[in-house]
């Protein structure tokens, strides 16, 4: 079992609704990671947050908003989301970002966008 | 180059047989380089990872060989199982605005016949 633990573990959206994939981790890491993948393709970072601030966005389009409300739970809101945005969304955690560790990730949330 | 090139695509392997994936690198920035596996409808899992001022590192049936000069490295699966058939995709990390970063390639879809 996974100790990354994201919700849900599916979910379709319309273009013109907002939904928000959560991520919960009780490992006492402080760094905490988003990624989207798509079919057939590796993960590609999207947001790293190291205690709890933003640390990097890479250049993610603003209809994904992140949030980090606690060193524990990381939330990524949606809005207004393409087709394209269809993918798996991954959440990954490690102990500090500002070293080099390992990234545990959990099993991702299946989105699609109608 | 933010890239990790990753070969082969697909890999067709015996049981009993030795499975080897190699990945290539051009930014010497990278400093830390992991193999993730990841099965249908899972997570990335952290297999191995290993420091560029080490040539290799086994771990079970594991092993990670480091050439530091040709910027490459791989993968060998000893005594390759049914059970290893997964996605396995390489990666490598550097550490940028306080945080770090992970690049993947391309992935490999490894499968082993009974």
């Known amino acids: 079992d996974t100790e990354v633990t994201q919700t849900p573990k599916h979910l379709v959206m319309g273009m013109t609704n907002k939904k928000s994939l959560k991520c919960e981790q009780h490992?006492?890491?402080?760094?905490m990671y988003w990624y989207k993948q798509k079919a057939k393709k590796p993960p590609e970072l999207m947001f790293v947050y190291s205690y709890e601030k933003l640390s990097i966005n890479e250049s993610v389009p603003s209809r994904f908003s992140p949030e980090c409300p606690n060193s524990s739970l990381l939330n990524l809101h949606l809005h207004a989301l393409q087709p394209e945005d269809s993918a798996l969304y991954l959440c990954?955690?490690?102990?500090?970002?500002?070293?080099?560790?390992?990234?545990?990730f959990g099993d991702g949330t299946r989105l699609s966008i109608l | 180059q933010q890239q990790v090139k990753q070969s082969p695509q697909s890999l067709i392997v015996q049981k009993g047989g030795i499975s080897i994936i190699n990945c290539a690198y051009e930014n010497t920035a990278f400093d830390y380089f992991p193999w993730y596996q990841q099965f249908p409808g899972k997570g990335p899992a952290l297999l191995i990872a290993i420091r560029p001022d080490v040539s290799e590192k086994k771990e079970g049936r594991f092993t990670i060989s480091f050439n530091k000069s040709a910027k490459q490295f791989s993968l060998h699966i000893m005594d390759s199982q049914p059970g290893d058939s997964a996605t396995y995709f390489c990666a490598a990390s550097f550490l940028i605005q306080g945080a770090q970063k992970l690049v993947f390639g391309q992935g490999t879809r490894l499968t082993i016949n009974p």
């Open positions: 490992m006492g890491h402080r760094a």
């Open positions: 990954a955690s490690s102990q500090d970002s500002r070293f080099h560790q390992p990234q545990h």
